[in-house]
């Protein structure tokens, strides 16, 4: 398998490692240019990727399920095709009734991960932080941008 990459780090190396050692899958990391990596990746044309993150623009599920998993979102490099995915998450695009909204992305979601679209190769920490005794009115985000504003530090 190749797993193509814009940058090689050393955390992929770890992983390549690991699949050899556990699940005999001999990896093949190919570095390619920024441009040639997203022109490949655009055209749904690896098997394998590392280096690309997504982080939701706004709290809502759609910002994931649709965008990352309906068969014809240009997100969805992967090319993941799944019709009833597909129609739950066109139904949710227009519901109004919020709690009938984020059911529809729930059961869209359960089959996404029923199918094992994605195997993420490392989860991020952004969502974690150590945070000193005086620093007052930190608070995590849904979206793990932080918001600052209403920090302080008191002695």
Do not use: C
């Not at 570095?31 to 997504?54: F, I, K, P």
């Not at 995590?140 to 209403?150: G, R, S």
């Amino acid at each position: 398998m190749v797993l193509r990459v814009a940058d090689r780090s050393w955390d992929l190396e770890v992983v390549a490692d690991m699949w050899q050692k556990v699940l005999d899958v001999n990896i093949e990391i190919e570095q390619v240019e920024w441009a040639t990596y997203l022109q490949d990746l655009n055209r749904r044309r690896l098997q394998a990727w590392g280096g690309l993150g997504w982080a939701a623009d706004y709290p809502d599920p759609q910002d994931f399920i649709d965008i990352l998993f309906h068969s014809e979102s240009p997100g969805n490099h992967g090319a993941y095709v799944n019709e009833d995915v597909n129609i739950l998450t066109e139904k949710a695009r227009i519901e109004q009734d919020i709690g009938q909204r984020v059911s529809l992305y729930n059961r869209a979601e359960q089959i996404i991960l029923d199918d094992a679209a994605w195997l993420p190769l490392w989860f991020d920490t952004e969502g974690l932080a150590l945070v000193k005794s005086y620093i007052k009115g930190y608070k995590f985000t849904p979206i793990i941008v932080p918001k600052l504003k209403n920090v302080w530090v008191d002695n």
